[in-house]
């Protein structure tokens, strides 16, 4: 077995406490430190966000609001609908048109068929 440890006097307890104090020192300047590294750190990121936020909002004032797309996705729906209306009227107004000019030529050649001099 090792023999026990002779019983700590004054001054090397004041060293060791003079020692722990300095360690301790160091260690709080090192925190210190790091904070002021994590603190400029910090302002850079959000200083980034803030720059990123302004040029975001920028950006956003220049889309479409939803409502006003709205509108006018109703109003192109409505023109649509308005033209193939027209469209489909306009065909069946050529439609007709064609059934009366075949039923002119067709009284034409009966006529001209019938009464040959």
Same mark, same amino acid.
């Given at each position: 077995?090792?023999?026990?440890?002779?019983?700590p006097t004054l001054d090397t307890l004041c060293l060791r406490i003079a020692h722990l104090e300095e360690?301790?020192?160091?260690?709080?300047?090192?925190?210190?430190?790091? @904070?002021?590294?994590? $603190?400029?750190?910090? /302002?850079?990121k959000l200083q980034e966000m803030n720059n990123f936020r302004e040029e975001n909002k920028d950006l956003?004032?220049?889309?479409?609001?939803?409502?006003?797309? $709205?509108? *006018?996705?109703?109003?192109?729906?409505?023109?649509?609908?308005? @033209?193939?209306?027209?469209?489909?009227?306009? $065909?069946?107004?050529?439609?007709?048109?064609?059934?009366?000019?075949? *039923?002119?030529?067709?009284?034409?050649?009966?006529?001209? /068929?019938?009464?040959?001099?």
């Open positions: 077995m090792s023999a026990p440890c002779p019983p360690l301790l020192n160091v260690h709080r300047a090192y925190q210190q430190k790091e @904070l002021e590294t994590a $603190d400029k750190v910090l /302002h850079i956003t004032a220049k889309f479409v609001t939803r409502e006003w797309s $709205d509108k *006018i996705h109703g109003d192109i729906v409505e023109r649509i609908e308005y @033209l193939e209306l027209n469209r489909s009227n306009f $065909d069946g107004r050529l439609i007709g048109i064609g059934g009366v000019i075949g *039923i002119v030529f067709l009284v034409i050649e009966l006529a001209a /068929h019938w009464w040959k001099p």
